[in-house]
């Protein structure tokens, strides 16, 4: 996010003097830089390489993982947006490097925008379906932040492992 944008966002409500949305921002920017940094290792064919044949868990497949699950929590349960999932589905995706580049980029994109909404609004859709968690009545929108950012870190080290296993340098 550049500082046009928070100067943006502080100015529809002072959002960037939030100190927990500013360790959000600043947290998933490093780790989807971590993200970017994988994928420059990969090519077309070893983004969609399973470590183990027979698995699911391809560079590519993570990323969409990551996306959806980005989505859902970000989009649909925090933002209120009609965001269909089929989790997994997203475990089974192939595509290109560039496909998963924009699908980064989408997530560091929306990112910012629904922890602004999190942090000022609240949960918009505690209705939304698309997680096989059963406590998402009870949680808040600090804790929908932090389980993101679990995720994001999670998922980035499952990717730099992928990634080491089918024989990419780094």
Do not use: K
Not at 97 to 112: S, Y
Request: charged residues 25%; proline residues 4%; hydrophobic residues 40%.
């Amino acid at each position: 996010m550049s500082s046009d944008d928070l100067d943006t966002l502080e100015g529809v409500d002072g959002i960037s003097r939030n100190p927990h949305y500013n360790a959000f921002v600043s947290v998933t920017t490093e780790i989807l830089a971590g993200y970017d940094a994988a994928l420059d290792t990969l090519d077309d064919d070893t983004v969609n390489r399973s470590p183990r044949p027979g698995t699911v868990n391809t560079a590519f497949g993570l990323v969409t993982h990551v996306h959806g699950m980005a989505h859902y929590w970000g989009g649909a349960f925090i933002g209120g947006e009609d965001i269909p999932r089929d989790r997994d589905a997203e475990f089974r995706a192939s595509g290109t490097v560039a496909d998963a580049r924009r699908l980064v980029d989408e997530v560091r994109g929306r990112l910012p925008d629904w922890a602004r909404i999190a942090l000022t609004e609240g949960i918009r859709n505690r209705e939304a379906t698309g997680t096989s968690r059963r406590d998402i009545a009870e949680v808040t929108p600090e804790w929908v932040l932090e389980h993101i950012l679990h995720e994001l870190a999670q998922h980035l080290g499952h990717l730099e492992v992928c990634r080491d296993v089918v024989g990419v340098d780094a």
